[in-house]
Structures are given as C-alpha cells and as structure tokens.
C-alpha cells in the first residue's frame, strides 16, 4: 500500500511536470497554424468571387485582423476559461465536437490496442520459447506484414473480403447501422452504452461494426508489441532467475508465466502506451476508410479547411492524453516493478 | 565409496557456438558418496560450472551431453526425459548460484518466491507453504524473518539473497547441493558466516554437497576431498592437505603456487622451475629524500558524503612516500572506493586536504583536474579489465591515448616507439596492439589497463582491485609484473583490495577501514600477524588459509 502512495505521488510530480510541456504545444500549434498558408475568411466567405469588402468583413469577425501577440493572448485566455473556440466547419464549440468524436476514436483504440496485445503477446512468447523455430520465422513473417501493408489497404482488404465476398460484416459506414437507435449516451462508448442499456442485440450490431477497423488498426501494431515481446521474453528466459526457477523443479507453466512473462511483461507496458497514443492520432486513415466519426478524421478535414480552432484544440487534446497515458503507464509500471521508488 | 550417490564417467559437454563446436568438459570421471563434501576448483574456462550444470541439467540451450553416463542413486539421468527431471530438481538435487541477487526473481517477494520451491514438489495449501517457507528463513538464520517474507531481492543484502537462496534449494531436502561459486562477490567475513551456515546445514540434513569455486583456500577450508580441472579435464583428485603440501601435476603445482597464502612471497607465485625465466630486475636502492622534502602525497583530515546520507569516508588522514606501496583494505561500503577515487582526483571531498609534493591539489574541481599538471602524476588502474578499456580503441589507441592527451605527444613515429616500449614494458605482445578490447584474454585486457596508466610515467599509481577479476595464475603474474615496475620507476602505489593476502604481499603498510573510518593501520606483516583490533582480527580469521596448521606456525 506505501508502494502505491509513493506511485501516486510520483505521477502526481511527473503530471505537474508535463504541464509546461503542454503550454508549449499550446503555443506552438496556434503559431504554426498562423504561420501555414491558407487563409480561412477566404475560405468560409461565401463563394469564390466574394468581394474583398466581405473577406475584410469576415476577417474582423474572426479577429483575424489584430496582431497575432494578441490573438494569441486572446486564445490563452480562452482556453483557460475552458472554452476552445468554435468550429467554422461544424458552427458548434470545438469542445462539444471533441467530446462528441473522442469516444468513438478511444474505443476504436481500445480495442484495436486490446486485439493487439492479446495476439502480439502470446506470439511474442510462443517466438522466444522456440527462437529460431518455424514458429518463430512464422510470428516474424506475420509481424513484417503487418507493418508492411498500410491500414488503409488492409482496411479495404478486410471489407473487401469480410463484407464484399463473404458477407460476414456489416456495411463499413460508422459505428451504427444508420436506421438502428442509439442507447441513451452515458459514457459514449457504445459498447457500454448498449450494455448498461440491456441492448444486446444493438451491442452486437456496435461490436460487427468496430471489430473491421479494429481489425486492421490493430494488425499495424501487432509488430512492435510482437517484437518487444519477444526480445524482453528471450532476456528473461535466459536470465539467473529463471534458471533458479527451473532448479527447484518449478512446473514448466509456472517458469514461464509467473517467473519469465512477469518480468518481460514491464518494457511491453511502456510500449503499449507508447503504441496507444500513436494510435489515437495517426488512425486517420482507418477513420476515412471506415467513415468513422472519430476526432483524427475530425481535425483532418478542419486542417484542410484551414479551420484554425478544431486543428488546435485536437492538438491540445492529443498531448493531453498522451500526458494521461503515460501517467497510466507510470503507475501499471510502479505496481508491476517493486524497484520502481519515488525518483 | 559404498553408497555412491552421484556417479559421473567419462562425461563429455559440447557447446555449439559461432565458431564451431567448443568442448567445455572432455571426459570427467568421479563419483560422490551421501552426505559428503567435495570441493571442485578450477580457473575460468576449466569446465568446473559446467560439470555442475550438466549434473543438474541446467545448460544452456547451447550446451549438450555428448558422451559419458551421469548416475543418480544408480539411475542414469543422462538421457530421461525433461518431465521426468522436474521430479528430480529442487527433491533430490538443487544449485545454489553465483551472484544470489540476480538469482532470485526481482519482481516477488523472496517468500514468496520459497513458498513456490516448496509446492513444486508438495500439494499443500498456501498458507502451509508459506509457514514453512518463515521455517527455512529461520533456519537460513535470517533476522527478523517474518518482516523477510515480503521482502524483495534488492531491498536484501548479497548475503542475505545468498541465505535465501539457501533455503530455496534446501526447501525440499535433496539429497545433492551443487554451489557454484556461492561466495565469490561477497564479502570475506559474509563469505564466512555463509559458508559455515551452508557446510553446517548440509551436515545436519545430510546432504552431499559439490563446492565449485576458484579459491584454493576455500575448498581446502570446507572440503573432505578436492578435485582440480583444468580445461575440461581432471588432473588431480586428493586431500586437501596433500593436494597443497604435495601436488603431483603441473597444473596443480602452479594453481597451489599462485594462490597466495599468509605466508607468501610475490616471487612465489610462480612454481621454481619457471622461476628461472624471470629476468631479475636489479634493485637501486632507494635514495633517502633529503630532510625536509614534503611526502609525495598527504592526505588530511579526509570526509565525503553524499547526498543526505551518512558520511561515506570521514577524518581520514595518510601519507605515502615516494616509491611506497600502501595497501588500503576493508569490506563492501568501508568507503575506499571512495577514498581512493577522491585522492586520484575523480571525485570531489566534502572537507580536507590533499597535497601532492607539497602542493595541494584537493581544491582543483575534479571535472578541472585534467588540465592540471599533477594529472599525469596520479594515475589509476581499475577494477574490471573488461569495461574500464573503451570497446571501439585498438590496444595501441588505448595506451596511446594518455600520451597524446596529457604527455603533449603527436601522432607519429615517436608516440609509436613510446607505446611499443610501454607495451614490452608490460609484457604485452607488440603484435597484440591493433587487436580491440573484445580479442584479449582478460590478463592481456589487464596488461593493456597497466599500461595505459603508466604510459605518461606517473609518480602514484591507484589500483582499485586490480586483480579481482582475474583467475589466480593471472593474478599471480599481474602482481609481479606491478612490483617490477614499483621498483623499476619508483612508483608509489596506493592499492586498494579486499584481498588480505594480497596485500600483505604488496604493500610496505597497510590501512584497515571500516565504515569510511581507519581502525588500524601499520607495516603490513605485523599488523596482519598481530591485530590489535576486534575488527582486523576478524578480516583476518575470515581468509580462508590453504594450510592452516601451517599458517598458524608460520606467525
């Protein structure tokens, strides 16, 4: 129980750490964005041949006309008192499309990280039980693939094949069948809406449509997690404890999972995090190619329209989480490492 | 032998490895009885640890049985199956490992992890399991066991993971103990206080132990009957005492030899017969400094701490002349690491003075002391051959490296003779000198760190251990070739071990620390002869001594 408060604490120290971290992206994405071409009264004025009166008009309505010091201490300001601007694209607050979006992108991650990790694990295992098998060439081969085809193609190929031919998965639009009714939202995640609600045929509808992208986000990760895995395992096996383990006639099960996979697991975690974070931003393509309405899709389309408010507040959002992850990270790490103290 | 409990022949263990096949045991023949003790010495690379984890099947998945027939209470457990052996391990045989802390699994607790050796073999409910594991902890004389069980490794001394490991391996009361080095590493009066408990656990259980190690002395001190290997081979079975008194092979000869005793000399170290390939070196004889003339270095009023901890040297005062040898003892966290990198400048003193030909030097900021002119006079020799030489520098890059530095020497004809003549001057090959690090043995890595610390003619030179990385026979060499070299260049040596014998060997006088304080310090002879202090008695006792009828009237 002391060894959990000192985690808390640590984390505690290493959040109030990361906080100057995160003002800087703050600042940094509304300077780049300023400094990117593309202006955006041009493109919300009201056709290609708007006047310039109507541009300058739109312009001061955005407050795009004063210095960009003070613009920039006007978004301060704003964000500080929680609002993120809004949206020229949508006409709603930044912060309610995030909040709208973000649940369907973290349990599109969640269960792309869960897929992978319960594949790369065992593979990884299974690999460094028999280094230089064929189930090892077998686990390295997949793993290559995996990382070779990009997630829009094996994306379009897990349509192609689970809806095109086989007919086995529902129509790749979204995370509902668009006639279906939605169960009342609580946390966002549809899964857990559909249980809490007692829906199970609504959940099972949710689940076909997530398990595709799921699918094919999660074949892209298989590899680090398979790799890291592997290679932590291969150190663990052939480590002094292990041998001790297997001295005093430990059964075979017990060297392997209570004595090797415990102490190889550690580098898998941080990977993990690692792994969750980048996902939840670089899922666009998935996103695009599942019309998922996730919050990566979300910002992409607000870039491309130079809508400068969405950009920057998934900016702010993305570092937020990466902050949180690895905060998670840091404490899975303090409970599972004894050595881990407060440092 | 009546009962022969354990009964190898003609045993033979091949490893594959990258450069073919490498045979690490050509055919070993012996057989143990119940309840007895053998001791199994040998060098690195001898085949001694992998006889041990033949008998035990613990080799590396590189490692295969060729030939040869291992026989267990008359079965032969050469060829049964892995199933069949997980019966065997931990019930009828256990190991106890080097380094106990790497053998134990760092992320559960140490009952845990006793409590796992003991259901492995018994069905029983956890917590029966766990009461028994408090039970051995006890027996493993470990204070305060029940605040032990939820203890993990690195919260435990090494002596304390060793006793744990103890008590893992005689958990369920084999009737064979393999220790494999159980020692090295630790202390010599832990190394006592845990080779006493092992010996006298073994006799009260009845238990047939195999010592492994590479200390002659150790194996003579805890063993009925010693056997010697050498490169895969055995080449002498005996007592302990006729083994020393009367060695009949030639290996045996130059390992008794080597080892040095109380009693030793550094010119003894070598058997007579090849004491005649030694060029004698003649001996000036030392010129008395004139009155006056400041010592070399002098050392006062001495104390460091660390942050916020207890201080690790303090009030610690010396001086050494020059071409003195003073020998600087005392166990793991006395502080004479940190003594001795504080006088060669690589670390910064809390409080005190050091002065060098008068001069003080203490003040220099260590970061700074390189640009100091004093800093090709002190030079250091470190502990580990292997990770102290940089792994991308030829052997030539390496001793040239000081030259270049710190002697004002350019690239060039002369900085090529100059690291030639220090080479030779270390018995280091001359065509060695372009190999890297990884393609020396470990005594040329040793040569190679000598010459480095020699190559801008230093006035002190520091050793840190300079020898304990090395197998006996190599020590032996190492040791003679740095007296030589005290004596050709009227070096001073400031020499830090823990190995008593050895510095009752090199050194003029010797300082005892204890808890970064001095306790004792004088002419190395006497003082190891007649210690006038509870603590430096017990240093003392705890060596292990080849002959102790004769150690005791050699005094």
């Known amino acids: 129980m002391q060894a959990l408060g000192a985690t808390v604490v640590r984390a505690g120290r290493r959040f109030l750490s990361s906080l100057p971290a995160l003002f800087g992206v703050l600042v940094f994405t509304f300077l780049l964005m300023r400094v990117l071409p593309g202006d955006p009264a041009v493109f919300f004025a009201s056709g290609p041949n708007a006047g310039k009166e109507e541009i300058e008009v739109i312009r001061k309505q955005m407050g795009l006309n004063k210095p960009v010091p003070e613009q920039l201490m006007l978004y301060l300001y704003d964000v500080g008192s929680g609002n993120l601007g809004r949206s020229m694209m949508t006409g709603q607050l930044v912060t309610k499309d995030l909040r709208e979006r973000l649940p369907a992108s973290l349990e599109l991650t969640f269960t792309a990280l869960l897929i992978a990790l319960v594949t790369a694990v065992p593979l990884g295992v299974l690999a460094a039980l028999r280094p230089g098998s064929i189930i090892d060439h077998g686990v390295r081969f997949f793993c290559a693939l995996g990382v070779c085809v990009p997630t829009f193609v094996s994306g379009l190929l897990l349509i192609y094949v689970f809806y095109y031919l086989l007919g086995l998965a529902p129509d790749p639009t979204g995370r509902v069948d668009i006639f279906a009714s939605l169960p009342p939202r609580r946390t966002g995640f549809l899964l857990i809406d559909f249980l809490l609600a007692g829906d199970f045929d609504g959940w099972w509808a949710a689940f076909r449509q997530l398990i595709l992208p799921a699918l094919s986000m999660a074949l892209f990760v298989v590899a680090p997690l398979a790799r890291i895995t592997r290679a932590s395992m291969l150190v663990s096996l052939g480590s002094d404890f292990v041998r001790t383990a ?13 004595y090797a996979l415990r102490n190889a697991i550690l580098p898998v975690i941080t990977i993990a995090g690692i792994v969750f974070s980048t996902m939840l931003g670089a899922n666009v393509l998935v996103e695009k190619v599942f019309s998922w309405p996730g919050v990566a899709s979300y910002a992409l389309d607000a870039l491309l329209s130079s809508d400068y408010a969405p950009v920057q507040g998934f900016v702010l959002l993305m570092a937020t989480v990466f902050v949180i992850v690895n905060l998670l990270v840091d404490i899975l790490y303090g409970i599972a490492d004894p050595r881990v103290t407060i440092g | 032998m009546t009962s022969s409990l354990l009964a190898l022949s003609d045993l033979h263990v091949t490893f594959s490895t990258r450069r073919g096949l490498v045979e690490a045991v050509r055919g070993v023949t012996l057989s143990l009885g119940e309840g007895e003790m053998l001791g199994l010495v040998g060098e690195s690379g001898s085949g001694k640890s992998v006889t041990g984890f033949a008998i035990t099947r613990l080799l590396d998945a590189a490692g295969r049985i060729t030939a040869g027939h291992i026989r267990f209470r008359g079965q032969d457990i050469t060829r049964i199956s892995a199933g069949d052996f997980r019966h065997l391990h931990g019930a009828a045989m256990a190991m106890i490992f080097q380094n106990p802390r790497a053998a134990l699994n760092p992320i559960r ?3 845990d992890q006793i409590a796992d050796a003991i259901t492995a073999h018994k069905r029983m409910p956890r917590d029966e399991a766990r009461a028994q594991a408090l039970e051995l902890l006890r027996a493993v004389q470990i204070r305060d066991p029940e605040k032990r069980m939820a203890a993990y490794p690195h919260e435990l001394s090494g002596g304390m993971c060793q006793r744990v490991m103890i008590a893992m391996a005689i958990s369920c009361n084999p009737a064979l103990l393999i220790a494999d080095e159980p020692t090295t590493g630790l202390d010599v009066t832990t190394q006592k206080v845990v080779m006493d408990l092992l010996t006298g656990i073994a006799a009260e259980r009845g238990m047939a132990t195999i010592l492994i190690t590479h200390d002659l002395g150790l194996a003579a001190r805890y063993c009925r009957r010693v056997v010697v290997m050498e490169q895969g081979r055995l080449v002498e079975e005996a007592e302990p005492t006729t083994l020393f008194h009367a060695p009949r092979h030639p290996y045996t000869k130059r390992l008794v030899a080597a080892s040095p005793t109380a009693s030793s000399r550094i010119a003894d170290l070598v058997p007579e017969e090849e004491r005649g390939r030694q060029i004698a070196v ?29 201080a690790a040297v303090a009030d610690f005062s010396m001086t050494i002349s020059a071409g003195e040898s003073v020998g600087l003892v005392g166990e793991s966290g006395s502080g004479k690491s940190t003594t001795s990198r504080i006088i060669c400048r690589l670390i910064d003193p809390s409080e005190g003075e050091i002065a060098f030909e008068g001069q003080s030097i203490g003040h220099i900021p260590a970061r700074d002391f390189h640009r100091s002119p004093f800093r090709k006079d002190i030079q250091i020799v470190f502990q580990d051959p292997n990770d102290s030489l940089n792994p991308r520098f030829t052997a030539f890059d390496c001793i040239a490296h000081p ?18 003549e220090c080479a030779r001057r270390v018995g280091l090959g001359i065509e060695l000198l372009t190999r890297f690090p990884h393609q020396l043995s470990g005594g040329q890595k040793a040569r190679v760190g000598i010459a480095r610390a020699i190559a801008c003619r230093p006035r002190l030179l520091v050793l840190d251990e300079p020898t304990a990385a090395l197998d006996v026979s190599v020590q032996a060499v190492v040791l ?5 070299l005290r004596r050709e260049d009227d070096l001073a040596f400031l020499f830090v071990s823990h190995d008593l014998n050895v510095v009752r060997m090199m050194c003029d006088r010797t300082i005892v620390l204890q808890n970064g304080r001095i306790v004792e310090q004088g002419e190395s002879r006497a003082m190891f002869d007649n210690p006038k202090t509870a603590y430096t008695r017990e240093l003392v006792e705890a060596v292990p001594h080849i002959e102790p009828e004769l150690a005791a009237t050699a005094t």
């Not at chain 2, 030259?403 to 030639?420: I, K, N, P, S, T």
């Open chain 2, 109 to 111: 607790a140490v009952g």
């Open chain 2, 403 to 420: 030259m270049l530095r710190l002697g004002g020497l350019r690239a060039g004809d002369a900085l090529r003779q100059r690291v030639e």
């Open chain 2, 480 to 484: 003679q070739l740095l007296d030589r």
């Open chain 2, 282 to 310: 003649p001996v000036a004889a030392r010129p008395q400094p004139a009155p006056g003339t400041p010592p070399l270095l002098e050392v006062q009023k001495l104390a460091k701490r660390f942050d916020e901890g207890a």
């Open chain 1, 246 to 258: 297997r001295s005093v006639g430990l059964p075979w099960w017990r060297v392997v999972v209570t």
